[in-house]
């Protein structure tokens, strides 16, 4: 399984680019993406939510979430694998297709440039930015910290490339990890990861509203199932 998934990580990896699809002014709707994680009976489970707002206002244009087993283990390195099926079920649902998503998550920020907002692109056919809220280290490598003003970063250097940046998006708080994803340049991705970003959290309002939305919902499936 480790194997196979491999080759296609690096069939994928020399596959993505790390510049503008389009100008972001054009970007009217980003889609946030997280899921949460429990367990049942010796069995694992997921939900996937999809929130997506207006890029100008941050208003919710519409929220859709999918559950099921997730089969596939944990695996170091190969997340994607074991979350996309359920991410893909949610955007099934959609009635309005965002003009890029947002993951909780890395993108290019991986060990094969193969993060979940990396390799979900391909499918997805839109472009993506991965935003974690823990570090992500490659080879024992660590990042520099940004200053303590909005807007400071710095970029995560590794073997000489920039794999992604640790951003400041509010006066003196943790950073944010920001990567690429696929089809936007880290530029771009740091633009619109600071312009939706509002004095509620540190946390991007798109990847902040399906955190929460993603922890609505585990506690109403596994309430509905205790009460069965």
Request: some cysteine; aromatic content about 12%.
């Amino acid at each position: 399984m480790q194997e196979e998934y491999l080759k296609i990580q690096n069939a994928l990896k020399d596959k993505v680019v790390c510049k503008d699809r389009f100008d972001i002014s054009y970007i009217r709707t980003v889609g946030g993406v997280d899921l949460a994680y429990w367990k049942e009976n010796d069995k694992e489970y997921a939900v996937c939510c999809i929130v997506i707002i207006d890029v100008n206002t941050h208003n919710v244009i519409e929220k859709q979430y999918c559950s099921d087993e997730i089969t596939v283990p944990y695996i170091p390195g190969f997340l994607s694998f074991r979350e996309f099926p359920l991410i893909a079920q949610t955007v099934k649902l959609l009635k309005n297709i965002p003009d890029i998503y947002m993951f909780d998550g890395n993108g290019y920020l991986h060990p094969r440039h193969m993060g979940i907002a990396t390799y979900s692109s391909f499918y997805l056919d839109k472009p993506t930015i991965g935003v974690a809220k823990t570090y992500y280290r490659i080879n024992n490598t660590n990042y520099t910290q940004p200053g303590i003003y909005k807007g400071s970063y710095t970029d995560i250097v590794i073997n000489d490339e920039i794999y992604g940046r640790a951003i400041r998006t509010q006066n003196c708080v943790k950073p944010i990890f920001l990567s690429v994803g696929n089809y936007i340049s880290l530029h771009s991705a740091t633009t619109l990861a600071l312009r939706l970003t509002d004095n509620e959290s540190h946390i991007p309002v798109p990847t902040r509203l399906a955190d929460i939305e993603t922890k609505i919902k585990r506690k109403a499936i596994l309430s509905f199932r205790d009460v069965l």
